[in-house]
């Protein structure tokens, strides 16, 4: 498993962005799904984004929620060994913990599959 650490969050006003990243450690990060999910109170845990294994043969791909599409970009840097969440247009409505996860093989916006989790960071985009 990997240790992930999340950093950028914070308070913003509606419409403004944040960045958030998501440390790993482990010298296989590029072989790791990476996912960010997130929970508001009294919300269950939501998929928000996640991108694919790099692979030889092909672009890390990349999955977003309906919600976030448009607005939220996920993208990693295998040298870094960090996954990022570039957040535009923010509502007060994406308010949450965002956690980041890895996933070593196949995963599922339910959650599963993603073995290793941050300890999240707080999201609050105040009206």
């Known amino acids: 498993q990997v240790q992930l650490v999340e950093s950028g969050g914070g308070l913003v006003q509606a419409g403004g962005s944040l960045r958030l990243s998501c440390a790993a450690s482990?010298?296989?990060?590029?072989?790791?799904?990476m996912g960010w999910f997130r929970q508001a109170p009294g919300k269950e845990r939501e998929f928000v984004a996640a991108i694919g294994r790099s692979t030889y043969y092909a672009g890390d791909s990349t999955y977003y929620a309906d919600s976030v599409k448009g607005r939220f970009t996920i993208s990693r840097d295998n040298a870094k060994s960090t996954v990022y969440l570039e957040m535009i247009s923010l509502k007060p409505e994406d308010t949450a913990v965002y956690y980041c996860?890895?996933?070593?093989?196949?995963?599922?916006?339910?959650?599963?599959?993603?073995?290793?989790w941050g300890q999240g960071t707080q999201v609050t985009v105040s009206s």
């Open positions: 482990g010298r296989t990060f590029s072989s790791y799904a």
């Open positions: 996860a890895a996933a070593a093989s196949t995963w599922f916006r339910s959650g599963s599959g993603f073995r290793s």
